[in-house]
């Protein structure tokens, strides 16, 4: 089955600076990679999604690359606001499968 | 986007006794929904995948017995979690995907167990 790494458990940063997490996945099959923002005590809330036809997408501050010949994908946050604090999961899977998640990044925006 | 609405958001029982917990997707049909558990500090460890009409498929170490699902209808799923102990106290999550859609999952609120 599907297996995700993610890379660093914890990481901070001073605001304003950009923020990267990364992922791996084992099985070539997944082509769907979401990742979640999950506040203290709350739901996980899709903030971008990539699928593996595409190799790049942004949405404002956020991005996200996809690396299927390494098996990687990536998330980058730039203009880091505190309000950015949180835990981020990233996640791997198919349309027929259910996402396996990644541990997770406690991201810490220190203002 | 759309809505998973899960109940109750958080419940205390007694060790022994049983907690049923409801996963509903108000907007849409899901034909699969999935269980996962979150130990504080922890990612989201999948319990179970459950199908509508039929029996659910349950992750290594995860006690069917013990965890029971039920998908009777394409906007409701329940989990039971049994004779609860103290060790099942963790965050319970639901996840849909919307069949239309077919990639997004989409999350219910979470249920916080306690059992003393």
């Known amino acids: ?111 | 986007g759309a809505v998973v609405s899960q109940h109750p958001s958080w419940v205390i029982c007694k060790s022994g006794t049983s907690v049923k917990i409801e996963c509903r997707s108000l907007d849409f049909q899901a034909t699969t929904m999935f269980w996962y558990r979150q130990f504080p500090k922890q990612s989201l460890m999948l319990m179970a995948t459950s199908n509508e009409g039929s029996k659910a498929t349950y992750e290594q170490g995860v006690e069917k017995d013990k965890f029971l699902i039920n998908h009777a209808s394409l906007t409701l799923s329940t989990l039971t979690v049994t004779s609860a102990h103290p060790e099942d106290s963790s965050f319970y999550i639901c996840s849909a995907r919307d069949i239309a859609r077919s990639t997004e999952a989409f999350f219910g609120q979470g249920t916080r167990l306690t059992v003393v």
């Open chain 1, 1 to 111: 089955g599907e297996n995700v790494e993610q890379h660093p458990s914890t990481l901070s940063v001073q605001e304003g600076d950009s923020a990267v997490i990364k992922c791996t996945y084992s099985d070539s099959a997944s082509n769907y990679f979401p990742w979640y923002k999950q506040e203290l005590g709350k739901r996980p809330q899709l903030i971008i999604d990539i699928r593996s036809n595409v190799g790049e997408k942004k949405d404002q501050r956020i991005a996200v690359t996809l690396n299927k010949t390494a098996k990687h994908f990536s998330l980058h946050i730039t203009e880091t606001q505190p309000e950015d604090s949180a835990v981020y999961f990233c996640a791997a899977g198919t349309g027929n499968t259910p996402l396996v998640f990644g541990k997770g990044t406690r991201l810490s925006v220190i203002a």
